[in-house]
Structure formats: structure tokens, C-alpha cells
DNA sequence: ATTATAGTTTATAATAATTCTAAACTATAA
DNA sequence: TTATAGTTTAGAATTATTATAAACTATAAT
């Protein structure tokens, strides 16, 4: 039933203290059957639901932040004013709905690259991401 | 020697007119030998560096979003606060160096993409972007 | 040329996302 | 049990951007 053990032990790996807002947050974005794309502003609405427990806009804030440092979740690349993040941390692509603005997974291998650049020199790749704009 | 002829003319045909601020603000990002990444910020301390005639913040806002709607510049895909756009309005790809901000032009043919998957139902590819992040 | 008007610029205010602050609280180790 | 380092919180501060509305100007019609 409630396996916040999981979390509470994921938690402590990451060096993060399990408080219960770490743990209910966690529950809401990774006790998921679908993977989650979210602003934090849409967050606060499904953690801050009527008659749930309050958390502070501050913390899941601050939440976010250290859940993604953690690499338990993925900041998304839009041109947008807010931020985005996915419960989907594998490395995938995404199609970016220029009318609805929502954004859809685009699995890893429905990508293929035949050719990527060197990085400049010094640097090292850490990330390659594919964004595909999509309208009517 | 002083070729505004070719700002004006290109404003009109996109039903831009011509106005003193709008060919100031041209001159400064086509009138380069490199494509230039900027932000607004960085391109209002551009345009109004000491001496010059003052352009209003704005103006400056409302000539990039001008410029972009028209298609004489891109903007750019990142996931930082600030909007980035780019001279080079050819399809292309970019570095984004995680450590100094900065963006780096990648030729459309370094990237080269052998699947690309289909877009969902009713929706058209309206544009591709490769976003490489690296790092030291 | 003169005038009317629709488009543009401007300073400033408003908004919105995010970060900061510092006091209260709490998990953890001693 | 206690000390402390980490965490949460409300609210203030900051930052990028957009809105407002008055003054200005390019342009077309007279």
C-alpha cells in the first residue's frame, strides 16, 4: 500500500533528507504509470489540491531543483518562459505542440543520428537533445 | 558606403515600416560577418552603447519579436529565463556550453539524421532543432 | 505641400516566473 | 536528550517580458 520506503531510501542516496514534503512530492511525479511533463507551476496545483497537505511554493521550488540535480528528473528544452521538467529521464526527444504548447515523449529510438559534430575542444557531450516543432 | 536602401526595402516587403529605430537595430545584427547569438538585453546594451543614439527597451522587444514573426531571426531553444535568438535563420543546430552560456552555431550538415519519427495525427513538422549540451 | 490616420515609439506600470531572506522547524548524529 | 546542520516557509526581491496610453511619424489621400 504505502511503500515510502522506496523513496525515503532514494532519498538518503542522493544525500536529501526524506522529509514528508520530499516524500509526497516524490509520490506525485514518480508513482506514475505514464511519464509526466510538467511546469512547477502545474505541480503546485496537484500537490496543493483542496483539502490535501499544504507545501510551500518555496519547496517545491527548491524540490524540483534537487530532485533534478539528483538526476531523478529532466529539465526540457523550450523556448518558453517556464520552465519544464519529465519524469522521463532516459535520454529521448520530444515534439515541441506550437499551438497547444504540450510537449509529447519521442522515444530514443524512433531517433537515429548518422552523424553528430565533435564537441569544440576541451568540452565533452553531455546531453544531446532533439526538439521537433509541430503545428496544424 | 551606407546601404539602408536594402533595410528599407526589406521592411517593406514585410509590411514593416521603415522607421529610423527599426534600420539602427538591422544595421547592428545583419550588418555582421558572423551570425550573432544574443539575447535582448545583450543587444540593447549593443544598440545603445555610450554615444549613440537611444533606442527604448521596448522598441527593442518589439523589433526582435518583428524581426522573428518576418523570419529574419530564429530564436532559439534552451531552457534558460532569457529568450535567445540568432542572425542565422537557417536550418541548423547548436552547442549550448553549460559552463559560459554560450551558444555555438552547429552547420546543418554536421547533424545528420537517418530516422525521424511521424508527427502525431494532423500536425506537421514545422521545424527540427539538435541542442547539444556540453560541459568541461 | 497639407492633412488625416494608422502604425510606431516611448516611459512607465504591470505581470509572471523565479530566487532570496531569515526565522521557525526538524532529521540526524553525538 | 541535545546540538546542529539541513529544510521549510511566507513573504519580499529580482528579473524578464508584456501591457498601457500618450506622443510621435511614415505614408497615402487630398
Known sequence: MNNNQAFID???????????????????????????????EKLNKVINKKGSAKVSLATIYNTVE????????????????????DTNIKSHHHFYDEGTKELTDIDYNQV????VPVPPKGKKIKNLEVIIRIQK
Chains 1, 2 share one sequence.
Not at 25 to 31: D, G, P
Not at 112 to 115: G, P, V, Y
Open 112 to 115: 537515429k543520428l548518422s552523424k
Open 66 to 85: 534537487a530532485f533534478t540535480k539528483a538526476g531523478y528528473l529532466k529539465e526540457i528544452l523550450t523556448s518558453k518562459s517556464k520552465s519544464y521538467y
Open 10 to 40: 532514494k532519498l538518503r542516496t542522493s544525500g536529501l533528507r526524506p522529509t514528508k514534503q520530499r516524500i509526497l512530492i516524490a509520490k506525485n511525479l514518480f508513482e506514475r504509470s505514464k511519464t509526466f511533463h510538467f511546469t512547477v
